[in-house]
């Protein structure tokens, strides 16, 4: 599937705008694809196909209502608070609603494709926190 929002926070009020066609505005595109699910939370698959900044974060919190975890800037409309957390998501990770803020962001770029003349593919497994963070939420990383 394919994410392209066509709405972003007024600067002035912190409301959502819908952004007209024919404004200058960057467009943005992602792909994704969901690779598991559990506890109230995914692991996604993202290709970011454009290059705009925080793209990602703000096509998932607001292109599909579901903010990265651990991503406490993009987690709200119209304010920078904690992330508000399920009840099962926090009871998987023992944790509790007032600790959420401490969560680190879980974004992580498992394969980068560089083409400079040849094709280089980088690939990184995610950080150990990561790893930890999918096994209490049982979300299986088992893929390429």
């Keep these: 599937m394919t994410l392209a929002p066509n709405y972003r926070l007024s ?6 705008v ?4 024919n404004r200058s ?4 595109v992602t792909r994704y694809r969901l690779l598991a699910s559990s506890s109230a939370c995914s692991l996604l ?6 290059g705009v900044k925080h793209q ?3 096509h998932l919190a607001y292109g599909l209502g579901c903010p990265i975890l651990g991503d ?19 009871k998987r990770l023992k944790l509790e609603q007032s600790k959420a803020r401490h969560l680190p962001l879980h974004l992580h770029a498992h394969r980068l494709s560089l ?22 939420l049982e979300l ?5």
């Excluded at 819908?18 to 066609?21: G, L, Q, W």
């Design 11 to 16: 600067p002035e009020d912190g409301q959502v």
């Design 18 to 21: 819908k952004i007209r066609k």
């Design 25 to 28: 505005a960057e467009s943005a």
């Design 45 to 50: 698959e993202l290709q970011p196909i454009t």
């Design 56 to 58: 990602i974060r703000v």
């Design 72 to 90: 406490h800037k993009y987690s709200h409309w119209s304010k920078l608070a904690p992330q508000k957390l399920p009840e099962i998501t926090l």
């Design 115 to 136: 083409p400079l003349g040849e094709q280089i593919n980088l690939v990184c497994k995610p950080p150990l926190f990561f790893q930890k963070t999918l096994k209490k």
């Design 140 to 144: 299986d990383i088992t893929k390429d």
